[in-house]
T-cell receptor, first 113, second 111 residues
Framework: KAGVTQTPRYLIKTRGQQVTLSCSPI?????VSWYQQTPGQGLQFLFEYFSETQRNKGNFPGRFSGRQFSNSRSEMNVSTLELGDSALYLC????????????FGQGTRLTVV | EDQVTQSPEALRLQGGESSSLNCSYTVSGLRGLFWYRQDPGKGPEFLFTLYSAGEEKEKERLKATLTKKESFLHITAPKPEDSATYLC????????????FGKGTKLSVKP
């Protein structure tokens, strides 16, 4: 079966701009979680959506937001980009949410200059 | 504060040289502990979930064990294709179920 698809794979943005990342989960999976991965902080949880509702949220500023559509596809938006937002953004899909087997996409590498 | 610490940060082994990776955690009630493998340029790949102290799970050359304070990932007779970063994550009972990841152990296995 098709895996988790994230687009785009790479992005370069300028400080102050905004960006939208997309994640298509495995067919039938209703939960999508987003993570930020940096060399210094490792993998940090951003938020989780389940059936179009945000179920959990990590400790990130309000500039980070997301949504989920009726087909379970999810988007993540970062506004007013800062240099420190440069990271690998990963999404994971699962049947029942965090705590169940999660399948990760290959990530979107965001570079803010 | 809930915390996950993995050690060592990096480990170099010769092929066939067995070893263990450590994941120690401090959480207010453990719901589950997860092991993932991450290859360069890819997302993490799920390996195991452990729920209670004393539980063990195996997959090929990997075996994960869990105590009340830590988990070990034992690698028996590793091969070069086992080279990757191994991530440990915990789900705490009181944290809305968020996964808290350690920073990983980068394993290199030489032929």
């Amino acid at each position: 079966k098709a895996g988790v698809t994230q687009t785009p794979r790479y992005l370069i943005k300028t400080r102050g701009q905004q960006v939208t990342l997309s994640c298509s989960p495995i067919s039938g999976h209703r939960s999508v979680s987003w993570y930020q991965q940096t060399p210094g902080q490792g993998l940090q949880f951003l938020f989780e959506y389940f059936s179009e509702t945000q179920r959990n949220k990590g400790n990130f500023p309000g500039r980070f937001s997301g949504r989920q559509f009726s087909n379970s596809r999810s988007e993540m938006n970062v506004s007013t980009l800062e240099l420190g937002d440069s990271a690998l953004y990963l999404c994971a899909s699962s049947l029942g949410g965090q705590g169940t087997e999660a399948f990760f996409g290959q990530g979107t590498r965001l570079t803010v200059v | 504060e809930d915390q996950v610490t993995q050690s060592p940060e990096a480990l170099r082994l010769q092929g066939g040289e067995s070893s263990s990776l450590n994941c120690s955690y401090t959480v207010s009630g453990l719901r589950g502990l997860f092991w993932y493998r991450q290859d360069p340029g890819k997302g993490p790949e799920f390996l195991f979930t452990l729920y209670s102290a004393g539980e063990e799970k195996e997959k090929e050359r990997l075996k994960a064990t869990l105590t009340k304070k830590e988990s070990f990932l034992h690698i028996t007779a590793p091969k070069p294709e086992d080279s990757a970063t191994y991530l440990c994550a915990v789900q705490a009972a009181g944290s809305q179920g968020n996964l808290i990841f350690g920073k990983g152990t980068k394993l290199s296995v030489k032929p």
